[in-house]
């Protein structure tokens, strides 16, 4: 049975935590990705970022996420194995081998591969998929020896019709905030220095 309030408090911190810094990230160039990680225990924010890519194309959200992870003091820094890795968009190669490499054993998304396609016009993550990998959309293991991956839309759609209407609207107002982000994205990019704009 899906935790309704997991869903609830991963949107909380799209909405509150991940949504500001990308909305000031794109203003810069940067794309609309972000990420946070969360202790299980108490599902507090650890940290939160976006990507900062024209500073470092490799600064994608998730990897420029882990980044600011390591780079807090040790001892304020949980174990990577009691924590709760969140991304706004579903982690493309780079990002889903800088998740196993750090050692979480789980990731949440909101928006799929295609809706980063199709949605966002950003499809660099599907083609390096297909033309580096040779993998067709989706292409990667959800479940393995690293780690279990969740789309939070399909938990969402597994719950009992108040709380998946409930949830989904949500996320409804979630995707119409960034479809906003996106179009300042789209009308900039060509002034950024990012590689796969």
Not at 146 to 174: N, T
Request: some cysteine; aromatic content about 10%; glycine content about 6%.
């Amino acid at each position: 049975m899906t935790d309704v309030s997991l869903i609830d408090r991963l949107l909380d911190v799209i909405e509150g935590d991940i949504v500001p810094k990308t909305a000031e990230g794109v203003t810069h160039g940067n794309k609309l990705f972000g990420a946070a990680i969360l202790r299980k225990d108490d599902r507090s924010l650890v940290i939160a970022e976006t990507n900062n890519e024209t500073e470092n194309p490799l600064w994608h959200g998730e990897v420029h996420c882990l980044k600011r992870f390591y780079e807090m003091p040790k001892a304020d820094r949980p174990d990577t194995r009691d924590c709760l890795f969140i991304a706004t968009h579903e982690p493309c190669s780079l990002c889903l081998s800088a998740i196993t490499w750090t050692g979480f054993d789980n990731f949440y998304y909101l928006f799929s591969h295609e809706d980063s396609r199709d949605s966002f016009a950003i499809p660099h993550d599907l083609k390096i998929l297909k033309e580096v990998f040779t993998l067709g959309p989706g292409g990667y293991n959800a479940e393995n020896a690293y780690w279990k991956s969740f789309s939070i839309r399909r938990l969402a759609r597994a719950l009992p019709d108040a709380d998946r209407e409930r949830l989904e609207s949500r996320i409804a107002g979630i995707s119409r905030r960034y479809d906003s982000l996106s179009a300042v994205y789209q009308d900039g990019k060509t002034d950024n220095d990012i590689p796969l704009n």
